[in-house]
């Protein structure tokens, strides 16, 4: 059975909730009620990763592990 995790209010619902909020303040489906209850955490390992990735990149394409310039705008370009 699927379980999200509200943002709003901070819960677990499971999928076959009545009361089960809709669209954007839920985030998965996930397997597990656990891991719907650790759903921030799991996003923001996530982001950590994804950030770290970018800061890789901009290193090798700069040579300065430091540089903060990239813009993901492609009519920056």
Known sequence: MPYWFNIRTG???AHED????????L???????AEAADAL????KRTEAWDEEDRREREWETGDP???TWDNNPFNG
């Open 18 to 25: 009545p009361g089960r909020a809709q669209g954007g303040d």
């Open 66 to 68: 430091d540089s903060n």
């Open 11 to 13: 819960k677990v619902e």
């Open 41 to 44: 955490e799991t996003a923001r």
């Open 27 to 33: 985030m998965g489906p996930y397997e597990t009620e």
